[in-house]
């Protein structure tokens, strides 16, 4: 139905005729669309989506046609493509399902035999590109052959533009055109090519591509948890779509359940530990809280893409020998797995999915090694208003990507699948790939079952013995019963229920302990103490602290201080939890200063510490007796003192007289 005229909501009336830029465009390619509007209004979230309907039968479905927003003044319409049909288009907004009046026009030409034209080489409609990445484009034509020229303009403003060299094209055409675009600030931009002798007298012509050039930054998701240096599976999460940067980040982190199952309220916010069953709407397990990942956050770097990545497939990857797709872009760290998170507009649903890893076997069991590894990518859609419910999606996603998982659901129209450890093409595969574990189940299922009771949560009554490692005829994908074997009715890779079941978790746990989540043991992980030295036979008392997760040699550190060395030895903590080291007592010879090193058994120098020695105790002091002084008593009359004068003679000379009686006093007076 149509938005009521007095909710506040943008109408279909409400949209002026508008222009599409680039005004003529090849097949395959896209063009922007923009349109005034009389009245300005946000679009309702509750009836998406809001799209760029065209006057061909090709998109008739909604996941075809452009998503339209409102951006000041106008109902900005971006990507809208080029089908493959000549002549003009025509381009009508479609706001809250009705089709307004207003419209714009774009030209198409097939660029079968033009003479230069741009494909980007990611297999996407919008590359994304940063630094000293280069732009990988397919160029073809006759002009191709020998070189030429481009047009760079900004997409959004094509009055600013700048004309940079197209490279010959190779006869065999291996490998995709680089096209350097690190002098642009990050933005989306066009490029066309431009045909002509020089860059100042070519003239632009239509086959050109969009993309984006953005920061490349990477900050961490979970603060203080990354170590850059240490041996760790280097996720990263690029967000796209109808979000802004700071709500990315914060659904990023919630949905990975980083401290626990989430609590998911009716509105699709977080809960918190106070909250009561009758609250809660969804008990959602993200990755970090399903074993065997919930004890293996170590083995993980978690940083967060600063960029809202314009086209949701720009990093798509899927790793060789059987994926697909361009190589990542350099992040500067190893070992990289991206996973990309696809915040969905009003009214649009699309489905998550994973490519292959490199170690992907459909054969049977493989050794699988750090040489070579790859990850392979995944896509993570977020629906509006069911984002935190998708925790459990990221999981069963990760279980492709990180794993080589199969599905085992029943999917008949995708065809079957086979492959290690989870989906065997018969009975004698399957006994062959996981007959030892039959009857094992995996324990995490114990605690799902007590978390999902005390939050009043529905679970199958049969989950245990679904969950018991058996031969189970049927699924990974197909309906037929002889047409595969998994090793249980249900797990995380069926119907996504947070348990990987015994043979996959079992796999998880081979291919996170090729990681040993430490970093190597620098200054910048290790403090070092002494103790002030004392005065004597200076001994010097030290110790070292070592912060978590820091690779610490097994025969222990070493304090050296002249040519005397000591050995130090952990006293408490662990890899875990940082340890505390103390060192044997350390003479110290000589008079000081003495400077104390502090060093693996290798030799590596990490800290050091000068001591001074104490100072000379202070002489004894002097012993004089004290005069007897009588301090006066004032009085209020020379009466009064001369009084108070007698009275102190007379005491003093009854104590001359006792004391000349005790010297005359015999010893057995005394006594």
């Known amino acids: 139905m149509a938005a009521d005229e007095g909710d506040g909501y943008l109408r279909a009336a409400d949209v002026l005729p508008g222009v599409c830029s680039p005004a003529v465009v090849l097949y395959g390619q896209s063009t922007d669309c923009t349109f005034p509007l009389s009245r300005v209004a946000p679009l309702d979230p509750w009836l998406g989506p809001h799209v760029a309907d065209e006057d061909v039968v090709y998109d008739d479905q909604d996941d075809d046609q452009a998503d339209c927003s409102v951006e000041g003044d106008l109902l900005v319409c971006r990507g809208v493509f080029a089908y493959y049909s000549g002549g003009d288009r025509v381009v009508r907004p479609r706001i809250s399902g009705e089709l307004s009046s207003a419209t714009a026009t774009f030209g198409t030409l097939d660029g079968y035999s033009y003479p230069l034209q741009l494909t980007p080489a990611a297999g996407v409609m919008e590359p994304y590109v940063f630094g000293s990445t280069p732009l990988r484009v397919w160029a073809y034509g006759p002009v191709a052959a020998a070189g030429g020229f481009a047009r760079v303009w900004l997409r959004d403003e094509p009055r600013y533009s700048w004309t940079v060299p197209l490279p010959a094209v190779a006869e065999d055409m291996v490998d995709p055109l ?9 933005g989306r931009y066009r490029i066309t090519p431009c045909i002509g002798d020089s860059a100042a007298s070519c003239v632009e012509v239509p086959g050109g591509i969009t993309f984006q050039v953005g920061s490349g930054r990477l900050e961490e998701l979970i603060p203080g948890w990354n170590r850059r240096d240490a041996d760790r599976i280097n996720v990263i999460f690029a967000p796209s779509g109808h979000v802004s940067l700071d709500e990315a980040r914060r659904v990023a982190r919630d949905l990975v359940a980083w401290d626990g199952p989430l609590l998911v309220g009716f509105d699709d ?17 993200g990755p970090f809280a399903i074993e065997p990942l919930r004890s293996a956050r170590d083995r993980f770097n978690l940083w967060f893409l600063d960029d809202i990545v314009d086209d949701p497939l720009a990093l798509q990857y899927s790793a060789p020998p059987f994926g697909w797709g361009a190589p990542l872009p350099d992040f500067g760290l190893p070992d990289v797995q991206v996973t990309r998170l696809d915040f969905l507009p009003p009214g649009r649903t699309r489905r998550s999915e994973a490519g292959w890893p490199s170690f992907t076997s459909p054969d049977g069991p493989t050794v699988v090694t750090r040489d070579g590894l790859e990850f392979a990518g995944a896509y993570v859609t977020l629906p509006f208003g069911y984002r935190l419910t998708q925790a459990g999606i990221l999981a069963h996603e990760w279980g492709h990507a990180l794993f080589d998982l199969r599905d085992e659901y029943v999917e008949s129209s995708r065809g079957v699948t086979h492959g290690y450890p989870n989906c065997a093409p018969d009975q004698a595969t399957a006994e062959a790939w996981w007959g030892d574990q039959i ?184 012993v004089v007796p004290a005069a007897v002084v009588a301090t006066p008593v004032p009085t209020e009359s020379p009466a009064g003192a001369w009084l108070l004068i007698g009275g102190l003679v007379a005491v003093m000379l009854a104590s001359a007289a006792v004391l000349v009686r005790r010297r005359l006093a015999t010893p057995t007076d005394e006594e």
């Not at 916010?269 to 397990?285: D, I, N, R, V, Y």
């Not at 299922?445 to 679904?466: A, C, F, N, T």
């Not at 000589?590 to 060093?599: A, C, K, M, Q, R």
Request: proline residues 10%.
């Open 178 to 186: 680089e096209i350097d675009v690190g002098g642009l600030t990050p």
């Open 269 to 285: 916010t977080l809960l918190g530990p106070a909250a009561s069953p009758s609250q809660l709407w969804s008990l959602e397990f």
């Open 439 to 622: 009857g094992t189940i995996d324990p995490f299922v114990d605690e799902y079952l007590s978390l999902s009771r005390h939050w009043s949560q529905w679970v199958d009554p049969e989950l245990v013995s679904e969950i018991t490692t058996g031969f189970l005829p049927g699924g990974c994908y197909s309906d037929r019963e002889d047409a595969a074997v998994r090793p249980t009715g249900d797990s995380i890779m069926n119907s996504g229920v947070p348990v990987f079941g015994a043979v996959n978790r079992q796999r998880a746990e081979q291919i996170l302990a090729l990681w040993s989540g430490l970093a190597p043991l620098d200054a910048d992980a290790l403090s070092a103490w002494c103790d002030p030295v004392r005065a004597g036979d200076p001994v010097s008392a030290c110790g070292m602290e070592v912060v978590s997760h820091v690779e610490v040699p097994a025969a222990g550190l070493l304090a050296s201080a002249g040519a005397t060395t000591v050995g130090c030895s952990v006293v408490s903590g662990d890899t875990n939890e940082g340890m505390t080291f103390e060192c044997d007592p350390l003479p110290l010879r000589g008079e000081g200063p003495w400077e104390v090193t502090f060093s693996s058994r290798a030799g590596d120098r990490l800290d050091r510490i000068v001591l001074t020695a104490p100072p000379p105790p202070p002489p004894e002091p002097t």
